[in-house]
């Protein structure tokens, strides 16, 4: 009887043991699978300040390395990026949360959409990479992006992409991540004030010879007007100050370099209409040239006026030659003026 509860006692410690030592298993185990569904998760880099670089690209071989320079944010070593984009950026980089995981039903054919459609995302903070990951097309809902994340430290992707947003913003997340270089860069084309300019030449190609002038800017308050034959003409001072503020904040409303090939050919055949060279104190040139586009219709409907060139927008050539855009006489034309506009009797425009 006693060797029977002796039994008993070992086999219930034994069941006792077992028991303790399963829960154990599972209890790490479960941890070892949250951490890694945490990790996965965990597409944020909050401190956004201490990045340097991020680079993204696409499956169609565009991509962007977004740097913080002394001249600030530059795209790929060339061109100064807009601060709206940077903005964007940076918030999602900042703020991005996962909204729900991916169904098991539509987990197969959404890592397939990512495989083949997404953009590739690398975040640096020095040399250092801190965040690597994928970002795919839209939700059904248009209110998230499917996004997947890279373990750096086993340089393998996690199983699981997820639907990601930002609190409090509707709207999908990937037009933020921008792969194409011309559109990272900023719009402005033309920024000068006085002090930073020597001389301003306008000439009106169809125009009388009378309609092209120059402007030769000793200093801040002392100038010169001459005719294409070089001879001073008497001017208003307050209009000439005020023709020279213009120059300041102009942008472009479309870049067309690289996108129409065609147009460009046609526009390169052609002849500017205005010509405005611009030369600096530190005797550097820049040469911009406006071209007329042609109207799209025939008929202003509110005013029944018949235009042979577009009233709103026009083409400009920069760069030394190498750039081409579509840009809105709002914008440019004030400085599209002819002598008539700086005389002592002349209108000025505002």
Not at 21 to 29: A, D, L, T, V
Not at 41 to 61: C, H, L, P, W, Y
Not at 277 to 297: D, L, M, P
Request: with cysteine.
């Amino acid at each position: 009887m006693l060797m029977m509860k002796r039994r008993s006692s070992v086999l219930i410690i034994a069941l006792l043991l077992l028991l303790v030592g399963s829960s154990i298993y599972i209890y790490k185990s479960k941890s070892r699978l949250t951490t890694v569904d945490e990790d996965s998760r965990n597409f944020r880099f909050k401190d956004t300040a201490s990045v340097t670089r991020i680079f993204i690209a696409d499956k169609e071989g565009n991509q962007a390395s977004i740097e913080r320079t002394k001249k600030g944010w530059v795209v790929n070593g060339k061109y100064v990026c807009r601060s709206e984009a940077i903005l964007n950026l940076l918030e999602v980089v900042r703020n991005v949360e996962v909204k729900a995981p991916v169904p098991k039903e539509t987990k197969e054919n959404v890592i397939k959409f990512l495989a083949s459609g997404a953009l590739k995302v690398e975040i640096y903070c020095g040399d250092n990479l801190v965040k690597q990951y994928y970002v795919g097309h839209e939700t059904l809902d248009s209110e998230a992006s499917y996004m997947l994340l890279r373990d750096i430290e086993s340089n393998k992707n996690y199983a699981d992409p997820y639907a990601c947003f930002i609190p409090g913003f509707n709207g999908y997340l990937r037009p933020r991540y921008i792969a194409k270089e011309n559109e990272w860069r900023d719009r402005l084309v033309l920024n000068y004030i006085p002090p930073q300019l020597k001389q301003i030449k306008v000439v009106h190609a169809s125009t009388s010879q009378d309609s092209s002038f120059t402007i030769d800017i000793l200093n801040t308050t002392t100038f010169k007007l001459k005719n294409l034959a070089g001879r001073e003409v008497n001017f208003d001072l307050d209009k000439m100050k005020q023709y020279l503020i213009y120059f300041q904040n102009l942008s472009y409303e479309g870049l067309i370099t690289g996108k129409n090939k065609r147009l460009q050919d046609s526009l390169n055949l052609s002849q500017p209409f205005c010509t405005i060279s611009i030369k600096t104190v530190e005797e550097k040139t820049e040469v911009f040239k406006f071209y007329r586009k042609q109207f799209a219709g025939n008929i202003n409907p509110e005013i029944g006026v018949k235009y042979d060139f577009d009233p709103d927008r026009l083409y400009l050539n920069f760069g030394n030659g190498k750039e081409w855009a579509l840009i809105q006489y709002f914008v440019f034309g004030k400085l599209l003026v002819n002598t008539g506009y700086l005389l002592p009797n002349g209108s000025v425009k505002k």
